[in-house]
């Protein structure tokens, strides 16, 4: 039997039709899933459905008059349709490594709450960025200005290691420590 007469043996409300049809373009589906959506054949259940779904609203919505075959207007809805899956999909999988959450949607399904909820006052985050993004520019201007020494002493110090630790590690005396610590920082207070 071809396609068309599944399709008209579906219309005269024959029950195995659709199954017949659905295993007749069980291989096309197949086929699409893998070449569209291959990062997330995990849901391969829940796409099966969708095609199932897709295929009775293309024998529903099926125009006899347009000059296309029956099997690329189902190709093709099911494409979009799965397109429209993974793209739904792929906003709402918080599992990817993605830097960037939608602050409509929220954290987990069974929750109420938001993502923006978690984020603390904007303003103290907006801060806490400026200061980083000013720091980095400040870090990258003393590199032309100061020795590799003085910047390894730097570094040190915003490890958290104390003036005579760094004096230990870098095997000079404390009191430069002291001298290029301060010289650090009048240089970084006038810029």
């Not at 007749?24 to 095609?51: C, F, G, N």
């Not at 004096?167 to 290029?180: G, H, P, Q």
Request: net charge neutral; proline share 2%.
């Amino acid at each position: 039997m071809n396609v068309n007469e599944f399709i008209y043996l579906y219309f005269l409300k024959d029950e195995d039709a659709f199954l017949n049809l659905y295993q007749y373009y069980y291989p096309l589906i197949v086929s699409t899933i893998s070449r569209t959506m291959a990062d997330m054949y995990h849901m391969k259940d829940e796409m099966l459905e969708i095609a199932q779904q897709v295929l009775y609203e293309c024998l529903e919505k099926c125009r006899v008059d347009r000059h296309w075959y029956f099997s690329s207007f189902y190709k093709r809805c099911l494409q979009n349709r799965l397109l429209d899956f993974y793209k739904y999909e792929i906003i709402r999988d918080y599992s990817l490594k993605y830097e960037t959450i939608p602050l409509d949607s929220k954290v987990k399904e069974d929750s109420n709450t938001y993502r923006y909820e978690l984020i603390p006052d904007s303003h103290v985050l907006h801060e806490h960025i400026m200061l980083k993004l000013e720091t980095e520019r400040l870090d990258s201007l003393a590199r032309y200005e100061f020795s590799y020494l003085e910047l390894h002493v730097l570094s040190l110090k915003r490890l958290g290691m104390k003036n005579s630790e760094i004096a230990k590690e870098l095997k000079i005396e404390a009191t430069k420590v002291r001298s290029i610590l301060a010289k650090l920082k009048k240089w970084y207070a006038m810029h």
